[in-house]
């Protein structure tokens, strides 16, 4: 069953107000991995197969922003961890959008 987590990395004391460019890497690297994702106004909903997956992902998302020169990153993040079914980010979104 797959994990979804919500993820926000703020990428700080860049020198811009303007991050869209960084988040975009961010957002590359979970698409190298191959897993499913949703990019939203104030963070990136991801599907990813395992917890133990989500501290490999975020240290990597970090590690790519440090190669681009970022000094500090405040990530937060939000696990949907359901045992009892296997749900999907569309199949949460539709449970909302059609009631």
Excluded: F, W
Aim: proline share 2%; net charge positive; charged share 30%.
């Amino acid at each position: 069953m797959a994990v979804i987590i919500e993820v926000a990395v703020d990428p700080i004391g860049t020198g811009s107000t303007s991050v869209g460019d960084l988040v975009k890497q961010a957002v590359s690297v979970i698409a190298k991995r191959g897993y499913k994702y949703q990019v939203c106004a104030m963070g990136t909903v991801i599907e990813v197969p395992s917890l133990r997956e989500i501290g490999e992902l975020i240290d990597e998302i970090h590690n790519e922003l440090v190669k681009l020169g970022v000094k500090r990153i405040v990530t937060v993040i939000r696990i949907d961890d359901r045992r009892d079914k296997s749900e999907t980010i569309e199949y949460k979104v539709s449970r909302v959008t059609q009631r």
